[in-house]
């Protein structure tokens, strides 16, 4: 007769083992799960670029700029006032002729020099021909003048003349030839500008204008 008593007790031993079991495989199951997840982030970790910060980058690098040489700029100068020297001779400007159709009376002056605060004077600062003639009576001069000046000279004597002096369109057809003329204390000065030329004559013998017409006229012919 078999002993039922056996089996109760076989029967919780084996429920005992089964649930044992199970617990094991669940905890294998987690145990894998875990270390699974643990290589993918790793892997994840490792695969993934790392960004770059583009704009830092072209910040940085625009950062310490190439320094270009600034060139040196030297102020240009100023052109110097001042004219070219006179090729003509005193006797090429005015001759006996001239002279002794203005007035039989005037010759030429040897011991001549230009009057101290006349136009023969500026004349002759500026690489100008300065020349003379004498009334051999009373004595008093005609000064004849030219100056070629550059532009600048031009520029500034034309200004003064026109602030000075009264035009006189007589002696010549403007702007190819600009007249002036003025009294200055009892002495007639008369200026004439052309392209090339700065002329002028002085004396106490002009009274007005068209006393210097026929003196200039000759002057200018002579110069051509």
Known sequence: MTDTRVYPLFTRTAARAARLS?????????????????VLSGCATDDTPIPTNSA???????ADPTTSAVPSSSPT?????????????????????DVYEF????????DYSPTADGLATIA??????????????????VEV?????ND?????LKQQADA?????????TPPTVDGFFTDAGGNGQAQVFTETYWVTLSTPAFGEPGDAEGLMSSVLGHLG
Do not use: H, K
Not at 152 to 156: C, D, E, I, P, S
């Open 56 to 62: 830092a980058a072209t910040s940085g690098a625009s």
């Open 77 to 97: 100068p100023t052109p110097e006032a001042t004219g070219s020297p006179i090729a003509q001779t005193c006797g090429d400007l005015l001759t006996l002729q």
């Open 164 to 172: 000075d002096s009264q035009p006189v369109p007589t002696y010549g």
């Open 124 to 141: 002759q600062t500026y690489n100008g021909l300065s020349c003379g003639w004498s009334n051999q009576t009373s004595g008093e001069l």
């Open 22 to 38: 199970a617990r094991r495989q669940a905890g294998l199951v987690l145990a894998g799960g875990a270390l699974f997840s643990l």
């Open 145 to 149: 003048s030219v100056v070629a000046p």
């Open 152 to 156: 600048v000279l031009m520029t500034t």
């Open 103 to 110: 007035n039989p009376n005037y010759g030429t002056a040897p």
